[in-house]
């Protein structure tokens, strides 16, 4: 008996000597992988995570009328697959203007002078790995369409990360900036010298456009967010979102435009950049919709005005907006993807509403992420560190990289079922897990 005790201690001793042997070099491989991480990152410009996809991904900004009722969109589009960190010369900033951070301060009610400083040192250098002005992919078959609305004080680049990993799987996704009052910043152009009688004519507007690029009768006009007494007052916001859902849907029709060969389309911030390249590589017959926040309310009033949308992707949406009636005109398939602190009794009830008037017709489902917040959805979790991004509220108890794969997986595997779109095997394994 008592020589199998001993032996069983052995055996124990051994037993955890190996383990810690193992763990040991656990560890060290955790430490070599984080010391890699530094060397790579000490190497390389601050920037937002990488689309994992098949593809490399390029993004443009096209502005097609240099007043509010333009549209102003940044495009993220599939390119032939590169060292993405080679080209990090051409990548381009996060933050276009600085503009945008005094933008971010000034809807957080905080004073811009001071703030706004604070802001740049933190995202001033912060980059976009993505190809400026790249040369869309050649060749192959066309590529799927996705729009993003952007939430109450966001704009156009606040969520890079999510539409470059969209892109990356062999989509065009372009992100609006809204101009009805909810972007935290947004510019146009303002004429200050007339130089012509009839500005109503066509062939003044064109010579208009034609001379942005030659003189300097126009000058930039930066629009700030328009703070409300109530910022929760239905009737204010519900204006706001079919206004938004209007710009969403000229926005398909500009994408329209860029891939018919009959319509030249012109970019009022650049003359370099070739449209032209789009024409006849997008598929509008699988185009999406999909929106975080204000912007996924703007998802469904899209939805509802427009059956060319044929599915949509609701973020962490807010759901006041809305007029109840309005339920009944949408047809199409919704996915909606809650973050566990934002959500609200009410807010989820109207979400399973609009599920229940689906049942039958259109696939609804809705899922939670726990240990995100609301800004899980954006890319303000990864400009800053852990411990700033918890105190300010901007990343929760799930690891930002984790949180925004779980979006991508499970917003992806929605659009690859109804758009009828491949991807990944990891997407693919996860619809699996959820079935």
Not at 21 to 28: E, K, L, M, T
Request: charged share 25%.
């Amino acid at each position: 008996m008592d020589n199998l005790q001993a032996t069983v201690e052995v055996i124990r001793s051994r037993i955890g000597h190996r383990i810690e042997q193992v763990g040991s070099r656990i560890d060290s491989i955790e430490q070599r992988l984080r010391d890699l991480k530094r060397e790579k990152l000490g190497r390389c410009r601050k920037h937002l995570p990488e689309g994992t996809g098949r593809y490399s991904v390029g993004c443009v900004d096209i502005m097609s009328d240099h007043t509010v009722n333009g549209t102003f969109t940044r495009v993220y589009y599939p390119i032939e697959k590169r060292d993405i960190y080679k080209c990090q010369m051409l990548w381009p900033l996060w933050l276009p203007r600085k503009q945008y951070a005094k933008g971010y301060v000034y809807f957080r009610r905080r004073n811009v002078k001071m703030f706004s400083k604070i802001f740049n040192w933190l995202g001033g250098d912060v980059y976009v790995p993505a190809v400026w002005q790249a040369t869309l992919l050649r060749g192959g078959a066309n590529f799927p369409v996705i729009i993003f609305s952007h939430g109450l004080g966001g704009n156009r680049t606040s969520n890079t990360t999510l539409c470059c990993e969209w892109a990356s799987h062999g989509n065009i996704v372009a992100a609006i900036e809204h101009r009805d009052g909810s972007a935290s910043m947004t510019m146009t152009f303002r004429q200050y010298c007339n130089h012509d009688n009839d500005m109503s004519s066509s062939n003044n507007m064109q010579h208009q456009k034609e001379r942005l690029h030659r003189d300097h009768s126009f000058t930039e006009e930066w629009l700030y967010y328009e703070r409300q007494e109530n910022e929760i007052d239905y009737e204010i916001r519900n204006k706001q979102v079919h206004m938004r859902a209007e710009e969403c849907i000229r926005l398909l029709n500009l994408l329209e435009s860029m891939n018919s060969s009959e319509e030249d389309v012109h970019n009022v911030l650049s003359h370099r950049f070739d449209i032209s390249q789009f024409r006849g590589r997008l598929d509008l017959s699988r185009a999406a919709i999909a929106g975080h926040s204000f912007g996924g309310s703007t998802t469904i009033a899209t939805l509802s005005k427009d059956k060319r949308f044929k599915v949509g992707v609701v973020l962490d949406g807010w759901m006041l907006p809305l007029e109840k009636p309005l339920y009944d005109e949408v047809t199409q398939p919704v996915l909606f993807v809650n973050m566990e602190t934002f959500q609200w009794k009410s807010n989820v009830k109207d979400m399973y509403t609009l599920i229940e008037k689906g049942l039958g017709q259109a696939d609804r489902k809705l899922l939670t992420i726990r240990g995100t917040c609301h800004q899980s959805v954006t890319d303000f979790q990864f400009v800053v560190n852990a411990a700033l991004g918890i105190f300010m509220g901007l990343r929760n108890k799930l690891d930002p990289f984790v949180a925004m794969d779980t979006i991508n997986a499970a917003s992806l595997g929605f659009l690859s079922k109804h758009l009828d779109l491949k991807y990944d095997e990891y997407t693919e394994k996860f619809l699996e897990e959820k079935k």
